[in-house]
């Protein structure tokens, strides 16, 4: 690790880092229509704290629209999650049945500190994440936000080896995920910190549940965790507070955040657009960018359409066929899947694009 080169990436970060929350906002038209001065804006606030709140003049919103206004940031490829829809735009609002129901984002409780996808294996970490707000509930949902880059900035200045025992690759295990029908996701274990190896860009994946994580059992790990836990919570530290108003949402390097419980008008339900996507807003070069070259050479994004695999293998036959050709496609290069059409057999499940992520995720192994 170069030394001098992270304590300049440092001592300019937090120069530039933003003291107020009012610091995110910017203002635009509405989300069919950004125009350039306010997407530079947007992507300047990316740079400098890997957020910004954007506020519609024009309240107008429909998942589509969620994606159209994403692709104006290069954020093209949704992680296609569980209880995602077709279109790989969520809507969180508080559900008392379906698979969504026994999820704590689509309930009215409240989330304690996270990043989105922190369950997701590395090769489909969630880079950027837009939360479009069309309606707020009649009281609560306020988020706590807090910029990745500034908690590693906090653990590495109370201790360089809390980062030590952050990258351990089997730092943090998230079970299996298991219903009445088997296993829906096996276990992950991983870092909290990693970095891209497209680009060198530093990516977190945390959670502070209780239940249903398991930390590596060392005593460094465990100071490392209380460290981190006692910045999120400081009143007075790095942590913004917000609650989106209708027509706002925060786009986001996917942010440590938290979210608190809130309570509905039964009439008016409190709902948010939520689309992940595995691409980055605003990639600059950090003091990490040459860990993005592997043996000199660096990773390519190469994008891979359903539609090309389903042409080049007239042989298959059922999405179970499809599934297992897609979890033998490797790559020394980056590969996003796109899912350009529907694959249709008579086994396509109604998860597809989330099952078929799964295998793509498997690839090679
Ligand atoms: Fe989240």
Sequence with gaps: MDEPAYQRWRDAKLKSYPQRVDELFVDIDGLDHVDESSTAAIVANCRRSNMAIYRCRDHFADRAAVKS???NFGLHHLDHHLCVNDDGVSELSAVSGGIRAGYVPYSNRSLSWHTDGYYNEESRRVGAVVLHCVRNAESG???ALLDAEIAYI???DENPRFITAFEHPECM????????????????CGPVFSRDPRNGTLHMRYSARGKNIQWRADDLTRAARDYLKEVLDQATGPVFHYRLQAGEGLISNNVLHNRTAFSDDPAQKRLLFRARFFDRIGI??????ATARTEGRT??????KLSDIIIQHPEINSFGELTAAIRNISSD???????DVKPDYRDTPR???WKLETAFGDGGR
């Design 333 to 339: 290069d980056m590969i996003f899947l796109n899912f």
């Design 141 to 143: 949902g306020e988020n």
């Design 299 to 304: 990773l390519k994004a190469i994008d891979l």
């Design 154 to 156: 906090r653990l590495r």
């Design 69 to 71: 206004f994403s692709a």
């Design 351 to 353: 998860n597809w694009e």
């Design 284 to 289: 600059q070069a950090n003091w990490n960018t």
């Design 173 to 188: 295990t998230i079970p299996a995920n298991n219903d009445a029908n088997g296993e829906i996701r096996p276990a992950v």
